[in-house]
Nanobody, 117 residues
Framework: QVQLVESGGGVVQPGGSLRLSCVAS???????????MKWYRQAPGKERELVAA???????SYADSVKGRFILSRDNAKRTMYLQMNNLKPEDTAVYYC????????WGQGTQVTVST
């Protein structure tokens, strides 16, 4: 059974940083042929949007709104995907979700990120 558990959210001031983690289980994490992992976010009243994705060990892509500020990485030994978020802005406030496509799509429960003074 595929499970994704996010953590690391919180309240931070503009310009601050947070690192989100997504611990995965139920599939072969380092078999890049069979899984494709992503981070999404959903702000109040808005649709869920793709933030970043990783294909293979290091091939990453980012939404224009977070390029140069967010860094996605993965640690196969820990079965964990990370999202390092720097220079956070109020518009980054959202619930952040881990997502994997492994046969079908799976979601984590989400972690709240609030950027506010």
């Amino acid at each position: 059974q595929v499970q994704l558990v996010e953590s690391g959210g919180g309240v931070v001031q503009p310009g601050g940083s947070l690192r989100l983690s997504c611990v995965a289980s139920g599939f072969t994490f380092d078999d890049y042929r069979t899984n494709f992992m992503k981070w999404y976010r959903q702000a109040p009243g808005k649709e869920r949007e793709l933030v970043a994705a990783i294909a293979g060990p290091i091939s990453t892509s980012y939404a224009d709104s977070v390029k140069g500020r967010f860094i996605l990485s993965r640690d196969n030994a820990k079965r964990t995907m990370y999202l390092q978020m720097n220079n956070l802005k109020p518009e980054d406030t959202a619930v952040y979700y881990c997502n994997v496509i492994f046969g079908r799509e799976y979601w984590g429960q989400g972690t709240q990120v609030t950027v506010s003074t």
